[in-house]
C-alpha cells in the first residue's frame, strides 16, 4: 500500500464517522419536534433517492475530473448539507443534500483504489477499506448515541453558552459539521491523478445511453451480475436492519435512543472482523465461494427476536456483522475488478450506487409502510430474515447453474 491510499483512507474514516453520527443526530431531532416514527426510516430514503437519480451523471464525472478532487466536491456538498440542518432547514430536506454530496462522492472513493493499486491488492484494500469505514460506524454510533443524549447536548451547548431554546440534537450536528469539513481539507492533500475513461461527449443524451450501456453490459457479465446482485442485497438489508436494531431494542431490551443507536455499534464491529478475515483468507479468483454465508445471515434477525438480554443480543449482532462483513467484501472487490476491466471504475461504482441504492429505497420504503401500518417489530423482522435467506439462495443456485453450463 502507499502513501495516497492511506490519505484516502483518513478521508475517508472522517466522512463516513460524519455519516453515520449524523442519520442518529437528524433521528434525534425528528423525534425532538415529535414527528411520527415512520419518518425515521424516511429518513434513509430521502438520502438515497440521490444516488438513484444522479447515478447515469455521477460515474461520469468521477472518471472526467481527478478522482481526488471529487472526493473534495463531494464532502463540501455533505458540509453543505449539514450546516443547512444546524441553520434550521427540515431534517428530511437537509438530509437529502447530503445524500447528493455522498451520491457524488462515492463513485470516486471506491474507484481511486483501481488506480492506486493493482489489482492483486484490491481484495485486501477493500478489507481495509471497509474495515475502517465500520471502524468509522461504530465511533459514528458511539459518538452519534453520546452527542444525542440530553444531558451531554446540554451540557455542551450551555459550555458554548448556545443553550436556551436550542434543540440538543443541534449540538450533535454542529460537531459533525465540523468532521465534514476536515475530511475535505484531507481530500485536498491527495495528489490529481490521470484521468481514468474520460467520455467522448457530454451530452445528456449520450451519457443516459452510456449509462444504460454500462449497466446491460454489468448485469449480463456472469461475474459482475453475481456480484452486483449480492452488493446490491447487502446495502439495502444493511440499511433497512440499522433502523430495526433501534426499534427492537427498544421493546426487547428496553434502550433508550442513545443506548439503541449504540448497540448498532455491534454490527459494524462484527463487519470489521469479517472484512478482516475476508481479506486474509479470500483471493480475488475465489471470491464467489462465500455466498452461502449470506444465506446463514438471513436466519440471524429472525433469532434476535426471542433474545431480552444484552450478552445474547451482542453475540447475534456481532456475528450478524462478521458474516456481512466476509461475504460482501471480496463481492465487492470482485465487482469493481469487474467494472474496470469493461467500463472504467467510476461508471461501475455508478451502476453499483443505482443499483444498491434502488435496493436500499425500496427496503426502507417497505419498512416505512409497515411501521406506518403498525405491524409488530418481531414480524418484519422474522418476514426480513426469510427474505435474505430465500435471495441469497436463489443466487448462489444461479452461479453454480451457470458454472455447470
Known amino acids: 500500500m502507499n502513501r495516497v491510499f492511506y490519505t484516502v483512507l483518513v478521508a475517508q474514516f472522517l466522512s463516513a464517522l460524519a455519516d453515520n453520527a449524523l442519520l442518529f443526530a437528524a433521528i434525534g431531532l425528528l423525534m425532538f419536534y415529535g414527528s411520527p416514527e415512520w419518518h425515521h426510516p424516511l429518513l434513509a430514503s430521502v438520502f438515497v433517492v440521490a444516488y438513484i437519480l444522479l447515478a447515469p451523471f455521477v460515474g461520469p464525472f468521477a472518471d472526467a475530473l481527478p478522482k481526488g478532487r471529487v472526493l473534495f466536491i463531494g464532502n463540501a456538498i455533505k458540509f453543505i448539507g449539514c450546516a443547512a440542518m444546524l441553520l434550521g432547514l427540515p431534517p428530511l430536506w437537509a438530509y ?79 460537531m459533525i459539521t465540523i468532521l465534514y469539513l476536515l475530511a475535505a481539507i484531507v ?98 479468483k475465489k471470491c464467489v465461494c462465500v455466498l452461502p454465508a449470506g444465506i446463514i445471515l438471513g436466519f440471524l434477525p429472525i433469532a434476535l427476536t426471542g433474545v431480552y438480554s444484552f450478552w445474547p443480543a451482542a453475540i447475534l449482532l456481532t456475528l450478524l456483522g462478521v458474516l456481512a462483513g466476509f461475504f460482501v467484501v471480496p463481492l465487492n472487490a470482485l465487482l469493481q475488478h469487474r467494472g474496470h476491466l469493461l467500463m472504467g471504475a467510476g461508471h461501475s461504482i455508478a451502476q453499483q450506487n443505482f443499483n444498491e441504492n434502488i435496493s436500499i429505497l425500496l ?41 455447470v453450463h
Open 96 to 174: 437529502s443534500i447530503v445524500g447528493i454530496g455522498a451520491a457524488t462522492y462515492s463513485p470516486a472513493k471506491y474507484g481511486i483504489l483501481t488506480e492506486i493499486l493493482p489489482h492483486h491488492q484490491l481484495v485486501a484494500a477493500n478489507g481495509w477499506m471497509e474495515g475502517l469505514t465500520v471502524a468509522a460506524v461504530v465511533l459514528g454510533a458511539i459518538i452519534g448515541g453520546a452527542l444525542i443524549n440530553p444531558d451531554v447536548a446540554l451540557a455542551g451547548l450551555n459550555s458554548l453558552k448556545l443553550g436556551g431554546d436550542i434543540a440538543p440534537p443541534m449540538f450533535a450536528i454542529g
Open 187 to 284: 481530500n485536498l492533500f491527495i495528489p490529481r491523478l490521470p484521468i481514468d475513461h474520460r467520455m467522448p461527449s457530454k451530452k445528456p443524451g449520450f451519457i443516459l445511453y452510456d449509462f444504460w450501456h454500462s449497466f446491460v453490459l454489468l448485469w449480463k457479465d456472469p461475474l459482475g451480475q453475481v456480484s452486483l446482485a449480492v452488493t446490491t442485497l447487502f446495502w439495502g438489508v444493511g440499511a433497512t436492519l440499522r433502523l430495526m436494531v433501534i426499534a427492537w431494542a427498544a421493546l426487547n431490551l428496553s434502550f433508550g435512543l442513545d443506548q439503541a443507536t449504540q448497540i448498532t455499534a455491534l454490527v459494524a464491529l462484527g463487519i470489521a472482523i469479517g472484512s478482516g478475515l475476508a481479506g486474509w483468507l479470500v483471493p480475488l
Open 363 to 403: 427496503m426502507t420504503g417497505a419498512y416505512a409502510l409497515m411501521v406506518r401500518a403498525e405491524w409488530h417489530i418481531h414480524t418484519i423482522m422474522v418476514i426480513f430474515g426469510v427474505f435474505i435467506s430465500l435471495l441469497m439462495t436463489l443466487i448462489w443456485k444461479r452461479h453454480r447453474n451457470d458454472e
